[in-house]
């Protein structure tokens, strides 16, 4: 069993900047892929990026390549997704998902068996 939460969303200005956390409880989340999703108003979820958990290989929306950046830190069970250069579209709540996997996706149907909350985040001047 595993919980996931997120923090560090708010609002920011276009071009903003804003580091991500999904802090996990439970055990062995070195053995767990995770991803970072998120939804707009009105819109479907999306996949935005992920991070292996077996080498730390990462893997990017084409819309956000470039601008943000996965991460993890094992010891404190926790994904980090730093958003560089916000753009208005990045705006939503961001949620973060785990499941025991080596490899990870954010392609569409793929399921993820852990979720967390959410963390809103909101881009406008």
């Known amino acids: 069993q595993l919980q996931l939460v997120e923090s560090g969303g708010g609002l920011v200005q276009p071009g903003g900047s804003l580091k991500l956390s999904c802090t996990a409880s439970?055990?062995?989340?070195?053995?767990?892929?995770v991803g970072w999703f998120r939804q707009a108003p009105g819109k479907e979820r999306e996949g935005v990026s992920c991070?292996?958990?077996?080498?730390?290989?990462?893997r990017y929306a084409n819309s956000v390549k470039g601008r943000f950046a996965i991460s993890r830190d094992n010891g404190k069970n926790t994904v980090y997704l730093q958003i560089n250069t916000l753009k208005p579209e990045d705006a939503g709540v961001y949620y973060c998902?785990?499941?025991?996997?080596?490899?990870?996706?954010?392609?569409?149907?793929?399921?993820?068996?852990?979720w967390g909350q959410g963390t809103q985040v909101t881009v406008s001047s």
């Open positions: 998902a785990a499941i025991p996997t080596s490899w990870c996706t954010i392609q569409a149907g793929f399921e993820y068996e852990y």
């Open positions: 439970g055990r062995h989340f070195e053995d767990y892929a």
């Open positions: 991070i292996d958990s077996s080498d730390g290989n990462t």
